[in-house]
């Protein structure tokens, strides 16, 4: 068998062009910056007085102090050092000592969303089309928590291709015969869809008794984002959860990421208590899931040398993430 020659910028410190969170929403209140690194950026992130949130390139176009270390004056951020002052556009509005504003000079700020709990960047040429959904929920009024912060020993990409990993599944989480056979669809060159076509085998009594729950197919999905987003779909035909898994590579060349509990927004007093349970469901669901393969995490060394016929959906996430445009964070025009 022939190994993935394809492995280009699947193991690379470089992330490719994406959302990627950057700090929990809680953790950055109106008045605050905080210093944040994504694939080798350093970043400083604020917060308005006004909760408007803010990406600068760290490091200050005047002297390159931090700016993590300024101070969010209102709207704007002032640097430590010299006092520059810089609005949200990044465009420098006051040099103390001359008296005047800084003419075209700027900080570089980022496209920046925050959604689910989450603040997210786009460090591309042009901000991204669409923060990561589960597509079934597109379009929908949605309730999320935010649910576990975790580390693991490895880079992102090996987190990813656990969740399409079809064989683990069997010899890591015990599930029976062919339940989960996955068919791959991207979708543009951003997103790539894989959907649970296998069958429940009824000679086993787990098949038997899931059975009961489906009309088709174990009910099982799985939409990567970008870079580093994953949302996995399961649960019962009358109801489905949803969890997203936000990552990032950290300095280390671990993964940092946070799973996040999704489900339709129903209405009323009634509503709000189904979605709570759905969403305290997903989260216990989700977390078995992550524990199952956590020493894997922590000790392998990715090299993909042997693909099997089995590994199929895991060569599909590989292509789709090598074709994608790596961050390149010079040529960023604002
Ligand atoms: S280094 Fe920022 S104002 Fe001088
Ligand atoms: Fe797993």
């Known amino acids: 068998m022939s190994g993935m020659s394809e492995l280009k910028q699947f193991n690379q410190p470089l992330l490719v062009e994406g959302w990627y969170w950057l700090l929990p929403s809680h953790q950055l209140k109106p008045g605050q910056v905080r210093a944040v690194e994504l694939s080798g950026k350093q970043l400083a992130v604020w917060r308005s007085a006004s909760g408007k949130v803010h990406v600068f390139d760290a490091h200050c176009p005047h002297m390159g102090a931090h700016l993590a270390e300024g101070r969010v004056m209102g709207e704007s951020l002032r640097c430590f050092f010299h006092n520059w002052r810089f609005e949200a556009d990044g465009r420098c509005s006051d040099i103390p000592c001359l008296k005047r504003d800084g003419g075209g000079i700027r900080a570089q700020s980022w496209p920046v969303e925050e959604h689910y709990g989450l603040i997210w960047i786009w460090p591309g040429t042009q901000a991204g089309p669409f923060l990561p959904m589960p597509p079934e929920l597109a379009a929908q009024p949605l309730r999320w928590q935010l649910g576990n912060h975790f580390i693991k020993g490895c880079h ?11 064989h683990h599944f069997q010899t890591v989480h015990k599930l029976p015969g062919h339940i989960l056979s996955l068919t791959a669809t991207p979708q543009g060159q951003h997103t790539l869809h894989f959907r649970n076509t296998g069958t429940l085998p009824r000679h086993h009594w787990l098949g038997r008794l899931l059975g009961r729950f489906y009309r088709g197919p174990l009910y099982y999905e799985t939409t990567y984002w970008y870079g580093h987003v994953g949302v996995a779909s399961f649960g019962p035909d009358f109801l489905h959860l949803h969890v997203m898994f936000a990552l990032r590579r950290t300095q280390e060349g671990k993964t940092e990421g946070w799973a996040i509990a ?6 009323g007093p009634l509503g709000w208590l189904r979605d709570q349970l759905a969403l305290l469901i997903t989260r216990v669901g989700a977390r078995y899931f992550a524990l199952g393969d956590t020493r894997v995490f922590q000790t392998i060394r990715f090299d993909f040398r042997n693909p099997t016929p089995a590994d199929r959906s895991v060569i599909a996430f590989i292509r789709h993430y090598e074709q994608q445009t790596r961050i390149n964070w010079e040529n960023h025009d604002t």
């Open 262 to 267: 999704l489900t339709r927004r129903h209405a």
């Open 156 to 166: 992102p990409n090996v987190v990813m291709i656990n969740a399409i990993d079809e």
